[in-house]
Every structure is written in C-alpha cells, then in structure tokens.
C-alpha cells in the first residue's frame, strides 16, 4: 500500500507562487502514476495534473497548464507540484494521489493525501 502526505500550501497574493509535495511512504510507489486533484468549497474535486510511474508523461489540465509544472522523484519517493502566477481561482485544498495509471476522474485513484489548503488572496 501507499501512504500520502502533502506539504507547501498556505496564503499567497495573486500572481504569486507555491510549490507543493508530496510524501509517500510504502515501497511500490514508484510504479504508481501519480498526481494532484483539488476541491473548492461547493465544488467537485477537479483534476489538476498527473504523470506516469517514470515522470515520462505528464497531463495537466487546460485551467493551469503553462502555470503549474509537476515532476516526481522516485528516489526519494516525493512528487512536487510547482504553481506559478497564481489567482483566486486556485483557491483549493489539494489532494496527492496515486493509482495504477493516469485516470481521468478522481474516483479511479487508489490512495489519497489528507489535502493541504492553498488560498489566493486579491
């Protein structure tokens, strides 16, 4: 099995930057596609971006790509989501997630984070 933690949410002004992680304990994390997911108040969660067991793919999402930028270390069993030019929009927790490959919806992934808030502020 696979444990997730997340790390790096907190405040920002919009148009700045966070760079969260991703933590996982558990030896077969490297051959799981990993990713991110985030949820609004009121809203589905939404996927936001993921990539494949080797980092040789990644898939984002129309409403960030060009922002953010997601890369994983499988040595140190960690997955980063760097966010840049950030607005209210964003405003979300963000789940880590991991399954067998990249799934298109957020109900296929088999393990999850407890989230960490990111708030943009105007």
């Known amino acids: 099995q696979v444990q997730l933690v997340e790390s790096g949410g907190g405040l920002v002004q919009a148009g700045g930057s966070l760079r969260l992680s991703c933590t996982a304990s558990g030896r077969l994390f490297s051959a799981y596609a990993a990713g991110w997911f985030r949820q609004a108040p009121g809203r589905e969660r939404e996927f936001v971006a993921a990539?494949?067991?080797?980092?040789?793919?990644?898939t984002y999402s129309d409403s960030v790509k060009g922002r953010f930028t997601l890369s994983r270390d499988n040595t140190k069993n960690s997955v980063s989501l760097q966010m840049n030019d950030l607005g209210s929009e964003d405003t979300a927790i963000y789940y880590c997630?991991?399954?067998?490959?990249?799934?298109?919806?957020?109900?296929?992934?088999?393990?999850w984070g407890q989230g960490t808030q990111v708030t943009v502020s105007s």
């Open positions: 997630t991991a399954g067998f490959r990249i799934f298109p919806t957020a109900k296929d992934y088999n393990f």
């Open positions: 990539i494949t067991w080797n980092g040789a793919t990644t």
